[in-house]
């Protein structure tokens, strides 16, 4: 082999080198993570929550700090939505792992008239026993759910369900830090919501 | 001699990509506007009575204004401004997008439905483009000052202290734009061409492109 081809093979046996090293050792990197649902990127700590949680105790968001808080509205009497997202939240849990240790669902009442903390209690721990469900009254209720971008309205439902109560379905995420970080659309799967809580897990 | 060729070959890439990313940050060849943070949940009702929730607009960009009926002169600047926008929009390519504006009254005591449909159609607001809107008492509260941090004040003669404020929202109910009237001009030029921005960074939001649009938050493109 002349001096040539072999300069030439060397230059591009060294580029795919080069590139294979930056396609997977540089890149991933620099390459920003894209969420499944859409990133927040306030300044200011996430609003406050301060509501009635298990066995008399208050909760609170401050409480958490340290862990990746996963917030969500809804209601025991929920006839699918909420179901749904809890089971999806649990699955989540499952494909993190010890990783899980980290972070804590809660779920606040938008049903505040039916769904006294000992029911929040029970129904929590059909999909998680370390899920955390929260009320309180009427007023601390709507200010949270407002600000958290959450609307609720109550809407005649079957003798078998009684009312019914519509709600805005996201589910929101709150770094080990405090700051409200994710908001999740419903449709969201496990996997994805696992991979988006895993990266405020780093 | 051949250490310094392979010096060359990995040295020229690297400089290039640190350049790359310097120019990125520095030319901004991609804007973005700030997410800034969630703009409220509500439950309303709008100038026919009918109910009106912050669910029926999701999906839509939405621009919002806070007034009140009474308020006259106060409102002269960012009525106007709603009233450009309204009729610019021709000049946005909003793709699937839809575009809505939501005047909220925080003085349901004064704006009845009946009230708020005179304000409607004197704006040529349609009641589907364009919503006027109100609530109960404490809700209002707690949507407009605590959810879109808008500060208003009754003064006891039936007048209001506010803060004439337009906020900008996207789809995903996150607050993309504010615009105090008072301290930072909200002229529609500003609010058009940031409709632009915002629908173009929809528009590109999936692949290759969705990256480079992260990539512009990460390096705070913002306009």
């Keep these: ?202 | 001699m051949h250490s310094r060729k392979i010096a060359w070959w990995v040295g020229i890439p690297g400089v290039l990509l640190v350049l790359g990313v310097m120019a990125f940050a520095i030319f901004e060849p991609i804007q973005v506007l700030p997410r800034i943070r969630l703009s409220p949940g509500y439950l309303l009702a709008d100038q026919q009575g009918e109910s009106f929730t912050s669910e029926d607009v999701r999906g839509d960009i939405v621009l919002y204004t806070f007034r009140y009926s009474g308020c006259g002169e106060a409102c002269e600047g960012i009525d106007q401004t709603m009233i450009d926008v309204h009729s610019r929009l021709g000049e946005v390519d909003m793709g699937d997008t839809d575009f809505r504006l939501v005047t909220i009254s925080f003085d349901p005591a004064t704006d009845t439905t009946e009230v708020l449909t005179t304000e409607a159609d004197a704006f040529g607001a349609d009641g589907v483009q364009w919503r006027f809107a109100t609530g109960e008492e404490a809700h209002l509260a707690n949507v407009v000052k605590a959810g879109f941090k808008v500060w208003y004040e009754e003064q006891g003669d039936g007048s209001f202290r506010f803060d004439p404020t337009l906020v900008l929202v996207d789809g995903w109910g996150v607050i993309r734009g504010e615009y105090e009237y008072q301290t930072l001009a909200s002229d529609a030029d500003k609010i058009i061409h940031h409709l632009d921005i915002l629908t173009e960074e929809i528009r590109n939001a999936n692949g290759a492109a969705g990256l480079a649009y992260e990539a512009a938050h990460l390096f705070l493109c913002y306009p």
């Design chain 1, 1 to 202: 082999m002349t001096r040539t081809p072999k300069i030439i093979f060397g230059v591009l046996g060294g580029l795919v080198v080069l590139g294979a090293v930056a396609y997977f050792f540089v890149l991933p990197r620099f390459v920003p993570y894209v969420f499944h649902g859409s990133t927040i990127q306030s300044n200011q700590a996430a609003p406050s929550v301060e509501l009635d949680g298990p066995n008399g105790s208050t909760v609170r968001l401050t409480d958490y700090e340290g862990k990746v808080v996963v917030l969500y509205f809804g209601y025991t009497f929920c006839p699918d939505v909420c179901p749904i997202t809890l089971a999806k939240l649990d699955r989540a849990m499952d494909i993190l792992g010890d990783k899980a240790e980290d972070v804590q669902v809660i779920m606040v009442s938008v049903d505040p008239e039916r769904d006294t903390p000992e029911i929040l209690e029970q129904y929590m721990a059909h999909f998680n026993p370390a899920f955390i469900g929260v009320t309180g009254d009427t007023n601390a209720i709507d200010r949270i759910a407002t600000v958290y971008g959450v609307y609720y309205e109550a809407e005649e439902g079957s003798d078998a369900t009684g009312y019914l109560v519509n709600h805005t379905a996201t589910v929101m995420v709150v770094d080990k830090d405090g700051y409200l970080k994710l908001v999740l659309p419903f449709e969201g799967t496990a996997e994805e919501i696992a991979a988006d809580l895993n990266f405020f897990l780093r």
